[in-house]
């Protein structure tokens, strides 16, 4: 019901409506079979970094990017990676970095 909702939706862009989709299916199987439900995250991770290697200015992407390692990896990972990226990729500012800390930090634990 959920996905046939999801992929009608002309209004979020295709690559929004696979992500989102995706989404909804990792969180509706996560219980039964981590390693399927897990599946969907990295499907939408390569199809993130992919949309990353085109567009490289997107930093937009990387919110969706570090919110797919944080349902796999957990918060404190996620944001472990984050530091990361900030030590080693001088080409965003450290007000982009603090976005993407934050909206890990924000996400409901639930």
Request: proline share 2%; net charge positive; hydrophobic share 30%.
């Amino acid at each position: 019901m959920q996905e046939d909702l999801i992929l009608k939706n002309k209004t979020l862009s295709k690559y929004h409506r696979l992500n989102t989709l995706n989404i909804v299916k990792f969180l509706n199987t996560k219980d039964q079979d981590t390693k399927d439900s897990n599946r969907y995250l990295y499907e939408n991770i390569k199809r993130i970094n992919d949309s990353i290697n085109k567009k490289p200015i997107d930093s937009l992407l990387y919110i969706d990017y570090f919110s797919m390692k944080m349902f796999l990896n957990g918060k404190n990972k996620t944001l472990i990676e984050i530091d990361s990226m900030q030590k080693n990729n001088k080409s965003y500012s450290d007000v982009f970095y603090e976005i993407l800390r934050e909206n890990i930090q924000v996400y409901p634990e639930k």
